[in-house]
């Protein structure tokens, strides 16, 4: 008798990671990253909590001098690049929209 599909490896279910759903702002922002760096992928597809730089998005220090305007124009927030909570803020599309909801001009 052979082996079923199931009998092999592991009893447990596998499970296959799939990315966080964005939300209203976390769109937003990522169709502003996604127009002002013009990205070949779509807003959508972007797992918000994947990082923005090397191997996430694979932006550079460059894209996020352009980020950091795009938003200073759409949000009034401001971006210093000598703030040492850079790599906090920039680390994925999800911690960006908190920074940016919590310190955007109303």
Partial sequence: M???PMSLGSSEPQT???PSRLTS???EVARLIVSSL???VAAE???PEAPLFNQGLGLDSIDALEIALALSKAYDVKLRSDDERNHRIFASLRSLTAH???HRAR
């Fill in 38 to 40: 013009s990205l070949e």
């Fill in 45 to 47: 597809e972007i797992d």
């Fill in 16 to 18: 296959v990671a799939l």
């Fill in 2 to 4: 052979e082996p079923t």
């Fill in 100 to 102: 940016i909801e919590k």
């Fill in 25 to 27: 702002e976390e769109l």
